[in-house]
């Protein structure tokens, strides 16, 4: 088995990990550089605010959900943080990367192959499977394994929509999601940083709960390649790198699905990966985050929720289970 230092990375923890004030400054710094004298004067978030603009993506317009749990009274982070910092290994592993590099990402044409386990295997087209349901508007927690947060205004629908639309035969107990890699378009994929394509996966109890989500757009637009064009998994109950970025394929099985992460390093990324304060990652604590956008010199940090937060509407799918060997 390759560790991670083997591929030549390891998960920085969270102690090495920039600090996100570090990170404003230096990008600050870039974007003085890039626009001249001036702005080396402003503070960091001004500099950033210049660079904040919704707006520049298709509208994609949904109605507000009525899942429960599907609309989080946290304040939504701000559009300009979103896409900025973000993890897409595809394009490299700086939380800056994906935004720099993503712009090589096609996301149309794009189909979506269903295979597996499934009466009615076949290939979406993107705009087939964006008919598949009604849009909706969701606010929900983002958790990082690495302990940031996020609250990202999604827009999209219930992963049970194409669920129930394919008809999973008595076999299907796992579904595994696989994101595109073609390395004319993703030049992080030169590294051996993880197995590529990105593998991700789910129980398929826990694939049909309503707030298991194919995402299509946020704050309104469509998704910006860096946040996974032009269709992504959200399962905002779960670590953020369970919710895989621009999808390809939906293979329905029926053991567990190697994921890219456990077999990076699976002593430290398990199958579940339920955000769980109670356990830690193997180095570093679980119990708390920073909040994107919250995170000045005296921002304190939030206690991490079981489940992130979703413990009413998901924990009965992990009811009798032992959350430290099912980590
Ligand atoms: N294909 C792919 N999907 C991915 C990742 C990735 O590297 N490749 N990173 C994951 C991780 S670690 C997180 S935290 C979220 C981040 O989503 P965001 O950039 O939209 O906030 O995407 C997840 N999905
Ligand atoms: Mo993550």
Redesign the pocket.
């Known amino acids: 088995m390759r560790t991670l230092k083997d591929r030549g990375f390891i998960h920085p923890t969270a102690s090495e990990m920039t600090p996100r004030q570090v990170y404003e400054d230096r990008r600050g710094l870039l974007k003085a550089f890039a626009g001249g004298a001036a702005l080396a004067a402003l503070p960091a978030g001004a500099a950033l605010a210049q660079g904040a603009k919704p707006g520049k993506g298709a509208p994609l317009a949904g109605t507000k959900s009525s899942v429960p749990g599907a609309l989080t009274m946290d304040k939504p982070t701000a559009y300009a943080d979103?896409t900025s910092y973000?993890?897409?290994?595809?394009f490299g592993t700086d939380k800056s990367d994906p935004a720099r590099y993503a712009g090589t990402l096609k996301p149309r044409p794009w189909t979506v192959a269903v295979e597996g386990e499934v009466k009615k295997p076949g290939t979406f087209d993107l705009d087939a499977l964006m008919k598949l349901a009604p849009m909706e508007d969701r606010i929900y927690r983002?958790r990082?394994?690495e302990g940031w947060s996020?609250v990202v205004p999604w827009v999209g629908f219930s992963l049970a929509e194409l669920v129930k639309r394919v008809e999973p035969t008595g076999n299907a107990k796992y579904v595994q999601f696989l994101?595109l890699a073609d390395r004319a378009q993703m030049p992080g994929l030169r590294s051996g940083v993880l197995d590529w394509p990105?593998s991700e996966g789910l129980r398929l109890d826990e694939a049909m709960h309503p707030l298991a989500m194919l995402a299509f757009g946020v704050y309104g637009e469509v998704l910006p390649n860096?946040?996974?064009a032009p269709v992504r998994l959200v399962v905002p109950w779960k670590y953020?790198?369970k919710?895989?970025?621009?999808i390809v394929k939906i293979r329905f099985v029926d053991k567990q699905p190697k994921t890219s992460w456990e077999l990076a390093a699976p002593q430290e990324y398990g199958f579940y990966s339920n955000v769980n304060p109670q356990v830690d990652h193997p180095r570093w604590s679980q119990a708390t985050e920073r909040r994107i956008g919250e995170d000045g010199l005296f921002a304190k940090k939030r206690p991490t929720p079981m489940f992130n937060g979703y413990e009413p509407q998901v924990g009965q799918l992990y009811a009798g289970m032992d959350l430290r060997k099912f980590f």
């Open positions: 979103i973000n993890n897409f290994y595809e983002l990082c394994v996020m994101t990105y860096q946040n996974g953020g790198f919710s895989a970025k621009s």
